[in-house]
């Protein structure tokens, strides 16, 4: 049975996200690895609002259990950074004991991409994004709890698959 990973991203809401779903699963097969994608099941028609939302929960809880791991798109979506489902989705794969891997296409630190200047006080100088909160600089590329938890590849989709399938041993 081949490795089976989540697809987890913001990429359920392309306007293509279906064709873009299986484009993912092509190059998953092509490294000898399974990819389940978050729209391969269909919602009862007659589900909306909170009662869809809550089924697409479930749905997506199911197949992150049934997985080996996880694949994230960690790629800024509406801002500077990653998807607030796509990180809890990392977080929960995490809880279970499962391997996360993650691309995203920024390599450079945190400080370097949202860092607007700094700020110094009684506790020292330190990195401030536009809002005058504090930007971790940890020389990361990612937040720390991300970058900590997660093999980052910055690339691509395919890139990570390729890392994935080395790291376990597909036919990559």
């Known amino acids: 049975m081949p490795f089976r990973i989540y697809l987890a991203g913001f990429d359920v809401f392309r306007p293509d996200a279906l064709a873009h779903g299986r ?4 190059l998953c097969a092509e490294v000898g690895i399974e ?7 269909q919602a009862p028609a007659d589900l909306a609002g909170p009662d869809l939302a ?18 994230a798109n960690l790629n800024p979506f509406r801002g ?12 929960y794969a995490i809880a279970l004991g499962k391997p996360v891997w993650a691309y995203t296409g920024q390599g450079g630190s945190v400080v370097e991409q949202v860092s607007v200047g700094q700020a110094s006080d009684a506790h020292g ?3 401030v994004d536009d809002q005058g909160y504090t930007v971790e600089d940890f020389g ?11 093999t980052v590849v910055v690339g691509d989709a395919r890139a990570c ?7 376990v041993g597909s036919a990559g």
């Open 161 to 167: 698959l390729r890392r994935i399938a080395q790291d």
């Open 140 to 150: 990361m590329n990612l937040n720390l709890m991300l970058a900590c938890s997660a």
């Open 80 to 91: 500077a950074e990653p998807d607030s489902g796509t990180a809890f989705e990392v977080g």
């Open 125 to 127: 100088t330190r990195y």
């Open 35 to 41: 990819g389940l994608y978050p729209l391969d099941h």
């Open 54 to 71: 809550r089924w697409i929960y479930c749905a997506n809880v199911r197949l992150i259990q049934s997985a080996d791991g996880v694949m």
């Open 23 to 26: 484009a993912l699963q092509v």
